[in-house]
């Protein structure tokens, strides 16, 4: 039996329909805007989304930095989270990549930024200050174990930053598990944001991509920095019949993965070694805090055949996905608890 991968949903495998709808691809040019089933796949991402457009992209860092250049110029700044997935993650590319200066501000554990210190941030006008150019959010928040952002909340950060005419970018890499948790329609989670980004590779399953969704006037001119920043795939038909389908069949199946975080997390609070607030689990991931040393506890439940994240000198996260069923989480609390059993006897 292979080993029982709790790392990330990103290693999900496309379902047997996805790769039959892959063979099946009607395909064309997509740098032209040729690819039918490219075309098809954007129009549907935007409609989902309540967005006028939508552009493909063949990852979520790459659709947060097109997003950023698209609203940015040189010098500029934007807001975000100091535990935001742009700001850990994705290599600086905003300053890299585009000159644009980043300013955090602190995310509660249930990824909200204040709004008075967001406010606060804003640049007042004066030669000596970048622009501050753009707001970022994030829903679901990745690093705040997967918290999901309320409407309200985003509403109320949208009429902020239209009182101060600066956009609002949402990363939504993870949105429709937003929307099936609070069991909303996704469009209540990104009403009144300028841009959203959203993943087909993590909870819904499809092998590569990513869609960017704004205005139609936005999306022209981001294509011409996904060209800049080498995203343009030609006869991508091929992934995008796969997200396709991602979006038509595999939304509501996100609640099975919920149900077996909370079930996850609630085995790993009764496991000595471990500390879990089961109760905080909204979405599919659920965070650790480890009496040992994370990377050796990973290590050694590795070894075991459960693989999970190092979050921290002493944090692990585990995420539930297409793939996993409830008896892969009773066989990994299992292990795990084997595995702290003895750690804690050295």
């Given at each position: 039996?292979g080993?029982i ?8 495998q496309?379902?047997p329909a996805?790769r039959?709808?892959?063979a099946?691809?009607?395909?064309g ?5 040729e690819d039918p089933?490219v075309n ?8 989902r ?6 552009l493909?992209?063949p ?7 097109v ?13 975000l989270?100091?535990e935001?997935?742009t700001?850990?993650?994705?290599v ?5 990549l ?5 300013r955090?501000?602190y995310n509660?554990?249930?990824g909200r930024m204040d709004p008075?210190?967001?406010?606060g941030a804003i640049r007042l006008p004066?030669?000596g200050?970048p622009r ?8 679901t928040h990745?690093?705040?174990?997967g918290?999901?952002?309320s409407?309200?909340y ?8 239209k009182?101060h005419?600066?956009?609002v970018?949402?990363?939504g ?18 009403d ?5 980004s959203?993943c ?18 936005f ?5 011409r920095?996904?060209r800049m920043?080498?995203?343009?795939m ?8 796969a997200?396709i389908?991602?979006?038509e069949t595999?939304v509501?199946?996100?609640a ?5 975080a909370?079930h996850?997390?609630h085995?790993?609070a009764d496991v000595p070694?471990?500390?879990?607030d089961a109760?905080a689990?909204q979405?599919?991931?659920?965070i650790a ?10 290590a050694?439940?590795?070894q ?9 000198p002493n944090?692990l996260?585990f995420?539930?996905?297409?793939g996993?069923g409830?008896?892969?989480?009773d066989?990994?609390?299992a292990?795990?608890?084997?595995v702290?059993?003895?750690?804690q006897?050295?």
């Amino acid at each position: 039996m292979g080993a029982i991968d709790l790392r990330s949903d990103t290693v999900t495998q496309p379902t047997p329909a996805m790769r039959e709808a892959m063979a099946r691809a009607e395909v064309g040019d997509d740098g032209w805007g040729e690819d039918p089933t490219v075309n098809r796949l954007q129009e549907m991402a935007a409609e989902r989304l309540g967005k006028e457009a939508g552009l493909f992209m063949p990852s979520g860092t790459m659709s947060n930095l097109v997003a950023i250049l698209t609203h940015c110029q040189r010098g500029d700044e934007i807001i975000l989270g100091n535990e935001a997935h742009t700001f850990y993650y994705e290599v600086g590319g905003a300053a890299a990549l585009g000159g644009v200066h980043v300013r955090v501000v602190y995310n509660d554990p249930q990824g909200r930024m204040d709004p008075e210190e967001v406010e606060g941030a804003i640049r007042l006008p004066g030669l000596g200050f970048p622009r501050t150019a753009l707001i970022c959010l994030e829903n679901t928040h990745n690093r705040c174990g997967g918290a999901v952002l309320s409407p309200e909340y985003t509403a109320t950060m949208v009429s902020l930053a239209k009182r101060h005419e600066i956009p609002v970018h949402l990363d939504g890499a993870r949105i429709f598990n937003g929307a099936v948790y609070l069991g909303c329609d996704v469009r209540q989670l990104t009403d009144g944001v300028d841009t959203v980004s959203f993943c087909l590779s993590k909870g819904l399953s499809a092998p590569v991509g990513s869609l960017l969704c704004g205005s139609a006037d936005f999306i022209g001119r981001a294509r011409r920095y996904r060209r800049m920043v080498g995203g343009v795939m030609r006869q991508s038909g091929v992934l995008a019949a796969a997200g396709i389908l991602a979006l038509e069949t595999m939304v509501e199946r996100l609640a099975e993965d919920h149900e077996n975080a909370r079930h996850l997390a609630h085995g790993l609070a009764d496991v000595p070694g471990l500390s879990v607030d089961a109760e905080a689990v909204q979405t599919n991931i659920v965070i650790a805090d480890t009496a040992n040393p994370a990377a050796e506890v990973a290590a050694e439940l590795a070894q075991e055949g459960v693989k999970a994240s190092v979050y921290g000198p002493n944090r692990l996260r585990f995420v539930t996905h297409y793939g996993i069923g409830r008896e892969d989480i009773d066989t990994a609390l299992a292990l795990i608890a084997s595995v702290m059993t003895r750690l804690q006897r050295l």
